[in-house]
């Protein structure tokens, strides 16, 4: 099992950056690759971006591309999602998940969700 805590949301003004954090525990990090998933309301759940489990490698929706950054720590078992030049149609509720897989298997079956945090961007 792998226990997943996002933190970092909240309201912003468009233009405006937030950074949000996934702190994770129970398993070796590491061995994990991660991504960021979002949904808005009405919408359904979409990949944002993510990551493997050394950080080398990195994949970017493009509605995100040149503004938001993926990032990790293995030492602190956190994974890390820049957001800058937020625009109001960001607002949604963001969510991390890991598999242990190559990062780019992860998809919305990932076996492993946090509760998500909700950013809201105002215009």
């Known amino acids: 099992q792998v226990q997943l805590v996002e933190s970092g949301g909240g309201l912003v003004q468009a233009g405006g950056s937030l950074r949000l954090s996934c702190a994770a525990s129970?398993?070796?990090?590491?061995?994990?690759?991660m991504g960021w998933f979002r949904q808005a309301p009405g919408k359904e759940r979409e990949l944002v971006a993510k990551?493997?489990?050394?950080?080398?490698?990195?994949y970017y929706a493009d509605f995100v591309k040149g503004r938001f950054t993926i990032s990790r720590d293995n030492a602190k078992n956190t994974v890390y999602l820049q957001m800058n030049s937020l625009k109001p149609e960001d607002t949604a509720v963001y969510y991390c998940?890991?598999?242990?897989?190559?990062?780019?298997?992860?998809?919305?079956?990932?076996?492993?969700w946090g509760q998500g945090t909700q950013v809201t961007v105002s215009k």
């Open positions: 998940a890991a598999a242990r897989t190559s990062y780019t298997n992860i998809d919305g079956r990932a076996p492993y």
């Open positions: 990551i493997s489990w050394s950080g080398g490698s990195t």
């Open positions: 129970g398993r070796t990090f590491s061995n994990y690759g």
